[in-house]
């Protein structure tokens, strides 16, 4: 079974200042990560995704991660943030377990971007 | 392109009643995931659907909750005699083929209070 913990629940940051949200998962097979963000009152969009390759990804509105196996982490960047960057973030996980892809989401982090 | 709709975006019901929320996935595709959102609690996978039929339904309650994706028309998650702790965001997402690299893209969910 696959698992997800996003360590922070709530990160708060001043405009411009870089950012790290940090998500670790387990898995008994090899996996795919995601990182999702969502708005107030809407629903979720992709930021980016690792599923083979380069381990470092770059993703929509300047977030990149870096997928690290041997710490299982998937750590979510961005080297300078913006008001508008203020939103949920979910990192989730899928693998083959139980026979079909089922993603698992964290918890989520709340990005709190401060003038 | 038309994303996933949903509706209706926001649903009252009083304690016994019926709730039934609807799911038209992105146009081309024909797998369909339910999640329910708490606050503080993260995306909690409820069920999936392909097309007349349920792939995996193991997040779903045993008792009052079912879920359907007929041949023609949207999906439907159906909630019945509900209670105060039904109260939550209902978020659909559908994808393209029901692999682990799939991206799932989200509609912008349904909020069910009950009264």
């Known amino acids: 079974a696959q698992s997800v913990t996003q360590l922070d629940s709530q990160v708060p940051v001043f405009e411009e200042a870089p950012v790290e949200l940090r998500c670790n998962y387990s898995?008994?097979?090899?996996?795919?990560l995601f990182w999702y963000v969502q708005y107030p009152n809407q629903g979720l969009q992709l930021l980016l995704k690792?599923?083979?390759?380069?381990?470092l990804v770059k993703g929509i509105n300047g977030f990149e991660a870096e997928f690290n196996k041997s710490q299982t982490s998937f750590h979510l960047r961005k080297p300078s943030v913006h008001i508008s960057d203020t939103a949920e973030y979910f990192c989730?996980?899928?693998?083959?377990?139980?026979?079909?892809?089922?993603?698992?989401f964290g918890r989520g982090t709340s990005l709190i971007v401060h003038p | 392109n038309a994303g996933v709709m949903q509706n209706p975006r926001h649903l009252v019901r009083r304690r016994g009643q019926e709730a039934r929320l609807r799911c038209s996935p992105m146009?081309?595709?024909?797998?369909v995931y339910w999640y329910r959102q708490l606050p503080e609690e993260g995306l909690k996978f409820m069920v999936y659907l392909q097309k007349e039929n349920i792939i995996d339904e193991s997040g779903m309650p045993k008792e009052r909750f079912s879920a359907e994706f007929p041949k023609e028309g949207p999906s439907i998650l159906r909630i019945q005699q509900v209670v105060r702790g039904d109260s939550a965001a209902y978020f659909c997402?559908?994808?393209?083929?029901?692999?682990?690299?799939?991206?799932?893209?989200f509609g912008p969910g349904t909020r069910l209070t009950v009264l």
């Open positions: 989730a996980v899928s693998d083959l377990g139980g026979g079909s892809y089922i993603p698992t």
């Open positions: 898995s008994s097979v090899s996996v795919y």
């Open positions: 997402a559908s994808s393209p083929t029901g692999q682990g690299t799939d991206t799932q893209y």
């Open positions: 690792y599923l083979s390759g380069s381990t």
């Open positions: 146009k081309g595709h024909s797998h």
